[in-house]
């Protein structure tokens, strides 16, 4: 069974510093997609970057950038230029291309932004 | 963007009632709708998938007859939690798939006095 694993439940970062959120994840498939969401205190999720596995270059969405590193099973989230919106509980998922389409979560790093 | 609607945003119930939660895809067509639950400070966990015109495949270890999801039509799933206790008090989310990757309702957090 696939599962993502994010070991850090906890990190702050002063504003205006880059922070970098940890996931791993394990899976048998070759072919399968990788995401970031953001969950603020509202509790709405919101997709901050995705990736295909099949892509080799690194995915970037503004102040956001992901190290996709495929052989060691790794996806971790760098949020340069840290801002107080930033604020919120991050979750790495993974989802496999073909077959369910279900979403598979990690447990969640709470990211706090200090003034 | 492709945008769920999820209602009520909160909801207190007496035990032992049922409550609806209701999900509507605003502006595509979801043949899809994923349930979740979230309890305090934890990750979201999957509970059904459901199809339009289907039944509903439910996670291990969940109530098929206490979680019931209808998905009668493209734009509308609804969670039905059935003789409601307090232990099923938590935070419902449904999301569906979209092309750039999911788009998730903004919850709903039931109490059950």
């Known amino acids: 069974a696939q599962t993502v694993t994010q070991s850090q439940p906890e990190m702050s970062v002063q504003e205006a510093e880059t922070v970098t959120l940890s996931c791993t994840y394990d899976t048998s498939e070759s072919d399968y997609y990788l995401f970031w969401y953001k969950q603020p205190p509202s509790r709405q999720m919101i997709l901050v970057i995705r990736q295909e596995a099949y892509k080799q270059q690194n995915a970037t969405e503004n102040r956001f950038s992901v190290n996709f590193q495929k052989a060691a099973k790794s996806f971790s989230l760098k949020i340069s230029d840290s801002q107080l919106g930033d604020a919120a509980m991050y979750f790495c998922?993974?989802?496999?291309?073909?077959?369910?389409?279900?979403?598979?979560f990690g447990q969640g790093t709470r990211l706090t932004i200090n003034p | 963007g492709a945008v769920v609607s999820q209602h009520p945003s909160w909801v207190i119930c007496k035990s032992g009632t049922s409550v609806k939660i209701e999900c509507r895809s605003l502006?595509?067509?979801?043949?899809?709708m994923f349930w979740y639950r979230q309890f305090p400070k934890q990750s979201l966990m999957l509970m059904a998938t459901?199809?339009?015109?289907?039944?509903?495949?439910?996670e291990q270890g969940v109530e098929k007859d206490k979680f019931l999801i209808n998905h009668a039509s493209l734009t509308l799933s609804t969670l039905t939690v059935t003789s409601a206790h307090p232990e099923d008090s938590s935070f419902y989310i449904c999301s569906a798939r979209v092309s750039y990757g999911y788009t998730f309702g903004s919850g709903t957090r039931l109490t059950v006095v």
């Open positions: 459901s199809n339009e015109g289907s039944k509903a495949t439910y």
């Open positions: 502006d595509f067509q979801a043949t899809t």
């Open positions: 998922a993974y989802r496999v291309i073909q077959g369910a389409q279900k979403l598979v």
